[in-house]
Nanobody, 118 residues
Framework: QVQLVESGGGLVQAGGSLRLSCVAS????????MYWFRQAPGKEREMVAS???????AYQASVKGRFMISRDNAKDTVYLQMNSLKPEDAAVYYCKAVSTIEDGPIYWGQGTQVTVSS
């Protein structure tokens, strides 16, 4: 069974930093584009950042310059370094794996809570 397991969430003061991790198991990791999404209460889930196996990255405009996505293909792990956190960054953060094969599988993690106090 494929699993994506996130960790690293928690409570941080505004201006602080957190590093999220997502470990994938039972997939050929290099065949997947990895994403971080987030969902705040009462809001839709939104994409935060993405990274291909070749390390090409993309970011939501509101996090550019503050967040950095990276991946270690040898460890089947994707990271999200979050700096200069703002209260509006508070959400449940989800890891998502999308196969590069057309109509291939998509997997989600269970999420990790990030809380930012002002």
């Amino acid at each position: 069974q494929v699993q994506l397991v996130e960790s690293g969430g928690g409570l941080v003061q505004a201006g602080g930093s957190l590093r999220l991790s997502c470990v994938a198991s039972r997939i050929i990791y290099r065949d997947y584009v990895m994403y971080w999404f987030r969902q705040a209460p009462g809001k839709e889930r939104e994409m935060v950042a993405s990274i291909t196996s070749g390390h090409y990255t993309a970011y939501q405009a509101s996090v550019k310059g503050r967040f950095m996505i990276s991946r270690d293909n040898a460890k089947d792990t994707v990271y999200l370094q979050m700096n200069s956190l703002k209260p509006e960054d508070a959400a449940v953060y989800y890891c998502k794996a999308v196969s590069t094969i057309e109509d291939g599988p998509i997997y989600w993690g269970q999420g990790t809570q990030v809380t930012v106090s002002s």
